[in-house]
T-cell receptor, first 114, second 116 residues
Framework: KQEVTQIPAALSVPEGENLVLNCSFT??????LQWFRQDPGKGLTSLLL?????REQTSGRLNASLDKSSGRSTLYIAASQPGDSATYLC?????????????FGRGTSLIVHP | EAGVAQSPRYKIIEKRQSVAFWCNPI?????LYWYQQILGQGPKLLIQ????????DSQLPKDRFSAERLKGVDSTLKIQPAKLEDSAVYLC??????????????FGPGTRLTVL
């Protein structure tokens, strides 16, 4: 059974810092990995999707990397801003061969203070 | 492009009552997902539809939960009767491709259910 762990569970940083959020998974046979942000009381917003054949994806100040062999993904946030404050979740999709049931981590709660 | 719509946004009921949630996915998205997110946890998939057929419902508590997507577009999730532990946010998501290829999921705002 796939297990997804996100470290740290919570993070509070001053504005302008560069951040690294970690996601680890126990079964390396994955189809893809997706990073989301969730604002309080709202649904999830997709940030980056990495297919299993890819090593990284970039969008603006965000960069996500994937190392399947070690079961790890990192989300790098450059020059953090107060608007980045949210919970960040990663979800791992299993390799094809059956129904697709993504497994989510519990998330990292990020606060960026001015 | 309109996003995934869900209603109601909030619902408070007493235990043993029934409740229903509605979801309208992004137009053209074949796959629809219902998730349960308990406070402090990541979302857990309850059921996945491909058009109007069920792809997977292995994590759906079928003794009290049911879902349908009759015309392959919008969907309803029902709980009957509700228990205290059903208090959670119920999220609906959709994606363009089907079971043979997973791509990006788009989520609705969720329905926050409180069972008293």
């Amino acid at each position: 059974k796939q297990e997804v762990t996100q470290i740290p569970a919570a993070l509070s940083v001053p504005e302008g810092e560069n951040l690294v959020l970690n996601c680890s998974f126990t079964d390396s046979a994955i189809y893809n990995l997706q990073w989301f942000r969730q604002d309080p009381g709202k649904g999830l917003t997709s940030l980056l999707l990495i297919q299993s054949s890819q090593r990284e994806q970039t969008s603006g100040r965000l960069n996500a990397s994937l190392d399947k062999s070690s079961g790890r993904s990192t989300l790098y946030i450059a020059a953090s801003q107060p608007g980045d404050s949210a919970t960040y979740l990663c979800a791992v999709g299993p390799a094809s061969g059956g129904s697709y049931i993504p497994t989510f981590g519990r998330g990292t709660s990020l606060i960026v203070h001015p | 492009e309109a996003g995934v719509a869900q209603s109601p946004r909030y619902k408070i009921i007493e235990k043993r009552q029934s409740v229903a949630f509605w979801c309208n996915p992004i137009s053209g998205h074949a796959t629809l997902y219902w998730y349960q997110q308990i406070l402090g946890q990541g979302p857990k998939l309850l059921i996945q539809f491909q058009n109007n057929g069920v792809v997977d419902d292995s994590q759906l508590p079928k003794d009290r939960f049911s879902a349908e997507r009759l015309k392959g577009v919008d969907s309803t999730l029902k709980i009957q009767p509700a228990k205290l532990e059903d208090s959670a946010v119920y999220l609906c998501a959709s994606s363009l491709l089907g079971r043979e290829g997973y791509n990006e999921q788009f989520f609705g705002p969720g329905t926050r259910l409180t069972v008293l």
